[in-house]
């Protein structure tokens, strides 16, 4: 059975950090670009951070440069997701997803072959 599931969400006061793991089972992410999004209420599902399957390619998204890094370990079958400096903007249900497609062809409109079923972040003030 294919899953991703996340873990590492949780309450964090503005200005602090938060680590996301996403762990793969019932495949290997080795030849899968990953990514994360995020839906806060009331808001489409945005991509925020991408990494492709050789690693060396990755997209953030504007509001979220220099802020979060997104990493993975092929050996382990996860990706991470580094917030540093959240902001109550960032409170969101964050979600990992992966594809064996190029991220950029699937980022922007939010159509992985997998999703993971999302960990609630919430920043406060």
């Known amino acids: 059975q294919v899953q991703l599931v996340e873990s590492g969400g949780g309450l964090v006061q503005s200005g602090g950090s938060l680590r996301l793991s996403c762990a793969a089972s019932?495949?290997?992410?080795?030849?899968?670009?990953v990514c994360w999004f995020r839906q806060a209420p009331g808001k489409e599902r945005e991509g925020v951070a991408c990494?492709?399957?050789?690693?060396?390619?990755?997209y953030y998204a504007d509001s979220v440069k220099g802020r979060f890094t997104i990493s993975r370990d092929n050996a382990k079958n996860t990706v991470s997701l580094q917030m540093n400096g959240l902001k109550p903007e960032d409170t969101a249900v964050y979600y990992c997803?992966?594809?064996?497609?190029?991220?950029?062809?699937?980022?922007?409109?939010?159509?992985?072959?997998?999703w993971g079923q999302g960990t609630q972040v919430t920043v406060s003030s």
């Open positions: 997803a992966a594809d064996p497609r190029l991220f950029r062809r699937w980022v922007l409109v939010g159509s992985p072959a997998y």
């Open positions: 019932g495949f290997t992410l080795d030849y899968y670009a």
């Open positions: 990494r492709s399957s050789s690693g060396g390619d990755t």
